[in-house]
């Protein structure tokens, strides 16, 4: 793309550093971690505003370490996205997913949802096109997280909810805005719990899985402090080990793992990551999708229910 168009559309479509890491409050290394994990999901989609076939594209995002790459496609796919909501033709982000973005396919739909926060776009419509009837819902937690995380004193301060989602969106919408938490609060366990905290009790159990997985995924943190959220998550800790397991998978999958997905694993779940995965995959297995038993909530109960049945480090189960 030439110079001047990439930089119009980085004027019009761009997110600023100072929006990005605006959140950031503190010059220590998590703050850092999480800084740099954020700026690495805006250098993705700031790829896309600057070329977005997939000839240029792709190589750009490779560059990124692999322990971070997950967040480049990330960004890639919410760049993607929203040029499929300005411009007419085949779709980039299917396009996307059905090739580079595959192995990293839960982070993809993350970043469409994203984009349609960010473009106040209806989220449900838009998941309605997409294949896969238990990933889509990844959509609606990126929804979530872009909210949580943009809009903090209206959505985690607040705790407001878009009026016009269905009710296990709304479900999903807080596992996003519960992984944003981990962020705007530093990933610090007592800053976490007590935001968590503060919502009604009814959207606790949601919250939490979305702590557990950015726990998991983003890490950032020592033993002691994912310890000290499982005993703060209390009844809810299964739900976060269901997050933490769900993110192995995804980890495993694109060929990124860290050793803060096994330390996530080992304390909320009592396994390794890739054992945790292993609990996913029988998960997915011939996935019911109704409209009152969605594919995704099923697999999150079945998630649950074999988690719950392995001891955990303290030898309780939950």
């Given at each position: 793309?030439t110079?001047?168009?990439?930089r119009?559309?980085?004027?019009?479509?761009g997110?600023p550093d100072?929006?990005a890491?605006?959140?950031?409050?503190?010059?220590?290394?998590?703050w850092?971690?999480?800084e740099t994990?954020?700026?690495?999901?805006?250098?993705?989609?700031?790829s896309v505003l600057?070329s977005?076939r997939?000839?240029d594209?792709?190589?750009r995002?490779d560059?990124?370490p692999?322990?971070l790459r997950?967040?480049?496609y990330e960004?890639?796919?919410m760049g993607?996205?929203?040029?499929?909501?300005f411009?007419?033709?085949?779709s980039?982000?299917q396009?996307?997913?059905?090739g580079?973005?595959s192995?990293h396919?839960?982070?993809?739909?993350?970043g469409?949802?994203e984009?349609?926060a960010r473009?106040?776009?209806?989220p449900e419509?838009?998941?309605?096109?997409?294949?896969d009837?238990?990933?889509?819902?990844?959509v609606?937690?990126?929804?979530?997280f872009h909210?949580?995380?943009?809009?903090?004193?209206r959505?985690?301060?607040?705790?407001?909810?878009?009026?016009?989602?269905?009710p296990?969106?709304?479900?999903?919408?807080?596992q996003?805005v519960?992984?944003?938490?981990?962020?705007?609060?530093?990933?610090?366990?007592?800053?976490?719990?007590r935001?968590?905290?503060?919502f009604?009790?009814h959207?606790?159990?949601?919250?939490?899985?979305?702590v557990?997985?950015?726990?998991g995924y983003?890490?950032g943190?020592?033993?002691?402090?994912?310890?000290a959220?499982?005993g703060a998550?209390?009844?809810?800790v299964?739900?976060m080990?269901v997050g933490?397991?769900?993110v192995?998978?995804?980890?495993?999958?694109?060929?990124n793992p860290?050793p803060?997905t096994?330390?996530a694993?080992?304390?909320?779940?009592?396994l390794s990551?890739e054992?945790?995965?292993?609990h996913?995959?029988?998960?997915?297995?011939?996935?019911p999708d109704?409209?009152s038993a969605?594919?995704y909530?099923?697999?999150?109960?079945?998630?649950?229910?074999a988690?719950a049945?392995v001891?955990?480090?303290?030898?309780?189960?939950?």
């Amino acid at each position: 793309m030439t110079q001047p168009l990439s930089r119009l559309r980085r004027a019009v479509m761009g997110v600023p550093d100072a929006e990005a890491i605006g959140f950031s409050r503190g010059d220590t290394p998590t703050w850092r971690h999480l800084e740099t994990v954020v700026r690495t999901a805006v250098g993705g989609y700031h790829s896309v505003l600057d070329s977005s076939r997939m000839e240029d594209l792709v190589p750009r995002l490779d560059r990124t370490p692999l322990e971070l790459r997950g967040y480049a496609y990330e960004g890639a796919a919410m760049g993607l996205t929203g040029l499929d909501c300005f411009l007419p033709g085949a779709s980039r982000l299917q396009a996307y997913l059905a090739g580079p973005g595959s192995p990293h396919v839960y982070m993809v739909h993350i970043g469409a949802g994203e984009a349609l926060a960010r473009l106040r776009r209806r989220p449900e419509p838009f998941m309605r096109r997409l294949s896969d009837p238990a990933l889509r819902w990844l959509v609606m937690d990126g929804y979530g997280f872009h909210e949580g995380f943009f809009k903090e004193r209206r959505f985690v301060d607040r705790q407001q909810v878009p009026a016009h989602l269905s009710p296990f969106a709304r479900r999903v919408f807080d596992q996003g805005v519960g992984r944003s938490i981990w962020f705007t609060r530093g990933a610090d366990p007592g800053d976490i719990a007590r935001t968590v905290a503060d919502f009604p009790s009814h959207r606790h159990a949601d919250l939490w899985v979305g702590v557990g997985v950015a726990c998991g995924y983003v890490g950032g943190v020592d033993r002691a402090a994912v310890e000290a959220l499982r005993g703060a998550a209390g009844r809810h800790v299964t739900r976060m080990a269901v997050g933490a397991a769900f993110v192995a998978k995804g980890r495993i999958r694109a060929g990124n793992p860290i050793p803060d997905t096994d330390l996530a694993c080992e304390v909320l779940c009592g396994l390794s990551g890739e054992a945790a995965a292993h609990h996913v995959d029988r998960a997915f297995k011939d996935l019911p999708d109704t409209p009152s038993a969605p594919a995704y909530d099923v697999l999150q109960r079945r998630l649950h229910t074999a988690l719950a049945a392995v001891p955990t480090p303290t030898g309780e189960a939950s």
